[in-house]
């Protein structure tokens, strides 16, 4: 697995943390010192969390699950949808929209009716509206598409959610945490770890400290995906191989009773042609001579 350098978290500023008056308590574990009464963040204890939290999510991954990539602050948004397009999985980087995960059901009817509208776009019936009907429901279908575009394909709950700022995205940390989903995120200094189940602590504002650490997410669940590729793709051509083995001993099994038939039919024909020749020899010996009755006089 890639791991991040220690000097990489510093170029990129993971180490900034906020005003000391506005720091959590909490976070002091993870805090190295305060500078100029600004909390710097301990690097060696982001990689070792960031580790963790690789393989974490590498594992689920691995196993087929999706993992729900939350980030709505400015500074993420286009980040954070960039990268997390490379792997496939939702991201949420518009307003959360709330009940997401709590009311899902309600969710998924908003995505089907966006598929509806696309499906209705094709018909006679839309084409049959007016100018203004027809502005109306494309306006909707944006609206839709920007808000709910990038989770059309979850068609469950995740497994796992990322999150970039937990006090922004405190309503999503609080839906994830009544369904007992477990949540990866970045921590600054003014957050509490306590919430999440795999802190990373980082400064959380910076463009180039978000970068990096979403990035090493992405690098973990790309090589989780890669290894279930192979390891299905090594199931399919054991299965092959199985299935070849079973068709070569069935053939060899067929063989062996055809050729075991057929010297059933060669013995049988052997049988029979020692019979008929028993027979003809029998038919051609010739008959032994009668010997002829002595005729025995009775003495007077």
Not at 83 to 103: A, D, F, H, S
Not at 232 to 240: N, P
Not at 255 to 265: G, K
Not at 270 to 279: F, L
Request: proline residues 4%; charged residues 35%; hydrophobic residues 40%.
């Amino acid at each position: 697995m890639t791991k991040v350098s220690f000097d990489d978290l510093l170029e990129a500023g993971v180490h900034f943390g906020h005003l000391k008056r506005k720091w959590n308590p909490n976070m002091a574990p993870y805090i190295f010192m305060e500078r100029n009464g600004i909390h710097i963040i301990d690097l060696y204890k982001t990689q070792a969390k960031l580790e963790e939290a690789q393989n974490a999510l590498k594992q689920i991954a691995k196993s087929g699950k999706r993992i729900l990539f939350v980030a709505t602050k400015k500074q993420a948004k286009e980040l954070v949808a960039e990268l997390v397009k490379k792997v496939n999985m939702p991201y949420v980087t518009e307003r959360w929209p709330g009940g997401m995960l709590t009311n899902f059901a309600t969710i998924r009817k908003a995505v089907r009716k966006m598929s509806s509208i696309d499906k209705m776009a094709n018909t006679n019936t839309y084409k049959n509206l007016s100018k203004r009907e027809k502005l109306q429901i494309s306006r909707e279908r944006a609206k839709l598409e920007k808000n709910l575009g990038s989770i059309a394909d979850m068609s469950r709950l995740p497994a796992a959610l990322f999150v970039v700022d937990i006090n922004k995205e405190k309503i999503a940390v609080a839906e994830a945490r009544k369904l007992n989903i477990p949540i990866f995120a970045m921590v600054d200094t003014n957050t509490d770890p306590t919430l999440i189940d795999f802190p990373i602590p980082a400064n959380d504002d910076a463009s180039k400290s978000i970068s990096i650490i979403v990035n090493a997410a992405v690098l973990a669940i790309a090589e989780g995906l890669n290894e279930r590729k192979l390891a299905r793709e090594k199931e399919v051509e054991e299965a092959e191989e199985a299935k070849q083995v079973m068709e070569d001993l069935k053939a060899k099994s067929e063989a062996l009773a055809i050729a075991e038939e057929e010297a059933d039919i060669e013995a049988e024909k052997g049988k029979k042609g020692a019979k008929a020749k028993k027979a003809e020899g029998e038919e051609e010996k010739p008959a032994k001579p009668k010997r002829p009755r002595k005729t025995v006089v009775k003495k007077k």
